[in-house]
């Protein structure tokens, strides 16, 4: 998708969980995971229970730099995944949650 274009959209006042999913996707294809993150932030704002949302946000904290805070997003989304049955996105973030805790500091 294209930012600008998505962009566009969200400035003419249309704000909702997908064109935040959508916005925050593209930005992190486009190597702005800082930026994607704050989009994402706010779809899960808009619809808590968007599990893609959660597994999104989470990938995106990763790639900004984030262990903890994509590790907290993935947590979240796994409750979520759980609550609606989605179990193949439960799977996933139970994975990448094992990854992000891998690459945490380790605690002195």
Request: hydrophobic fraction near 45%.
């Amino acid at each position: 998708m294209d930012v600008t274009a998505l962009q566009r959209l969200l400035d003419g006042g249309r704000d909702t969980a997908l064109l935040r999913l959508s916005l925050g996707k593209a930005l992190l294809d486009a190597g702005e995971p800082g930026q994607a993150s704050r989009h994402l932030q706010r779809c899960v704002e808009l619809d808590p229970a968007y599990s893609a949302g959660w597994k999104l946000l989470g990938k995106a904290w990763l790639a900004a730099g984030d262990p903890a805070a994509a590790a907290q997003a993935w947590r979240q989304g796994i409750e979520v995944a759980h609550t609606n049955g989605d179990t193949q996105a439960e799977k996933e973030m139970r994975v990448f949650l094992r990854r992000a805790i891998k690459a945490m500091p380790p605690v002195p």
